[in-house]
Structures are given as C-alpha cells and as structure tokens.
C-alpha cells in the first residue's frame, strides 16, 4: 500500500513502548479495540513476545491475519532488536524478534515505534500534505521518524530516524545512547527531572515541573524552556539537512499544555528558512498502531 486511503488497513497491530505495551484491531483504519499493559523494562525479550502474544489473543488476532509490531529501539535489517538508550529497555541485545514472532505469535512487520508514528502521521495525519516531514515525539525520551518524498527513512542498522540522539549546544552530561550532550539530555521527561533535582526539587517529576512552570514558578519554567529551544534546534538542524516543510510534535510533554507555543517562539528565532510548519501530531497514542500495520502492507505487497 502506497497510497493515502486510509480505510485500507485491516489487522492488528502493537505497540511497545517504554512505559507501556499496547495491541490493537485495526478494521478500516480505525482502531475499533485496544488493549494495554505497563511495560517491564526488565524482563526479558522472550517474555515481551509472550506479553505481545498473549494481548493479541485476547483481541482473537490468528497467524494469517495482517500484524505490524512497533517496538522502542531499533530493528535492523535481519529482523532484529536493539535496545538504543539503555534506561528504557535493558535486556534488549539483537534479539530476533521478526524470527520470534513468526515462530509464537504470526508474521509480521517489525520497525520503530517513533518511526511507524511517523508514517501514520505522513499519510493520515498532520503531514499528509507534506513532501518532506518529520514527527518527532517528545516524552520520557526524545524519538522521531523521517518521511521524504513519500518514503519513510530507513537504514540496515535500525538508527535512522533515531534524532533524539543528535548533539545540541542546550544540553550537557551523559545520554541514554551512550553519547554526550544530545537533545534527549536536555530535553526529555528524564533530563527534565534531572534538571528538577539539581536545582533543589528532588520530588519533582516531568508533569510536576509542568505543573510549577504553568504557575509562574521561575526554576520551572527555565527548564520547560530550555527543553523547548533543544528541540527547536533539532528542527532548524534537520530542516537544514532534508529541507523539512513540516515537523509534527507528538509525546506526553510535546502535546501538553503550552509546549507547542514555547516551541514555536524559540523557532522564529531561526531564520525564516530554516522554520517549517510546526503542528500538533493528530493520531495521539493510535499512531504508532496505524503506522505499524501500515508498513507490514507496504511490504506484504512489494
């Protein structure tokens, strides 16, 4: 499937997350049943295909029907699974999980789950009319997913699209990836904690500092603020790389209240050509799901 039509996608599909793993029917391109489970970060990869198996059960998924499967991380090109930032997932070492599934659960498209929002949004969502465009998802970590013309971005070793990772002049310490100073350190749900505790607020999660900074709490907001003009950053950087005309912003801080507005007045501090449309992701928790199953008919008929 290349085209738009979103009424196409009939199946199954899942979604396995840092914090939680959520299955889905899919009839028309609506998701007509969910359901969800938190994730253990710790278990092991062969009792997240049990877990994964066990939800599609429940959703009467068979073998021969469509499955897409999203997963945080990255997916090479033989089908299997890293763990990227070591904070979310940390059993994960080049697991086989195409292999695994089609042994235990039924064949099926594996990719990243940033990745798979991402072409959800490209085709049905806030980048549909985009001929170059990035989601980038702003939560607990910093994920995204690059569509050009028409294609979504993709590499053998499963780190394309994986932007949270690239170095910002905002940030400093050490980042889940392994690598120094990236927009994840500054700018996701744990660097925001992180940023609480050093300045004195040690009981202050992500949503809590949200909650000081939207009170007129000064600490707060210089945090929320410096997490903003991170990511604005990334997006003049990739703007600057794949002409981006559109960035959609998704994730639990991205989508919160005054982010998208802090976001866009640290942009139009860049210059005008590197400022795409910025707009809020349209397919919320759904998108990883669409996209997923989209991709396993994109392959299913190639």
């Known amino acids: 499937m290349t085209g738009g039509d979103r009424r196409d996608l009939d199946g199954f599909a899942v979604d396995l997350g840092g914090t939680k793993l959520a299955a889905a029917r899919i009839a028309r391109g609506i998701v007509v049943e969910r359901l969800q489970a938190p994730t253990d970060g710790a278990a092991r990869p062969e009792t997240q295909v049990a877990a994964i198996g066990g939800l599609l059960d ?3 998924h068979d073998p021969g029907a469509h499955l897409g499967v999203a997963v945080a991380g990255r997916i090479d090109d033989a089908g299997r699974w890293h763990a990227v930032n070591s904070g979310t997932l940390r059993t994960i070492a080049g697991f086989p999980l195409a292999e695994a599934l089609r042994r235990d659960v039924g064949p099926a498209t594996c990719l990243n789950d940033a990745s798979a929002a991402a072409l ?38 499963g780190l394309a699209g994986h932007v949270g990772f690239v170095s910002s002049r905002r940030a400093e310490g050490l980042c889940g990836s392994g690598r120094t100073a990236t927009v994840e350190a500054v700018a996701g749900g744990r660097a925001i904690a992180a940023a609480a505790l050093r300045d004195g607020h040690p009981a202050a999660d992500a949503r809590a500092v949200f909650d000081a900074a939207s009170a007129g709490a000064d600490w707060a907001e210089r945090i929320v603020a410096r997490s903003a003009e991170a990511v604005a950053l990334l997006i003049g950087d ?5 002409g981006l005309d559109t960035v959609a912003i998704g994730g639990s801080i991205g989508l919160a209240p005054g982010y998208l507005d802090r976001l866009a007045s640290a942009l139009a501090r860049e210059p005008t050509l590197f400022r795409p449309r910025i707009a809020a992701a349209e397919l919320g928790h759904d998108a990883p799901l669409i996209g997923a199953l989209a991709a396993h008919l994109d392959r299913s008929i190639r």
Do not use: H, K, M, Q
């Not at 085709?123 to 170059?132: I, Q």
């Not at 990739?238 to 794949?242: C, N, V």
């Open 58 to 60: 429940r959703l009467g």
């Open 238 to 242: 990739l703007t600057t790389i794949l």
């Open 120 to 157: 959800a949004e490209a085709r049905f969502g806030a980048g549909r009319d985009s001929a170059s465009f990035a989601y980038l998802t702003v939560s607990t970590g910093i994920g995204g997913g690059l569509v050009v013309g028409g294609r979504l971005l993709e590499s053998a070793n």
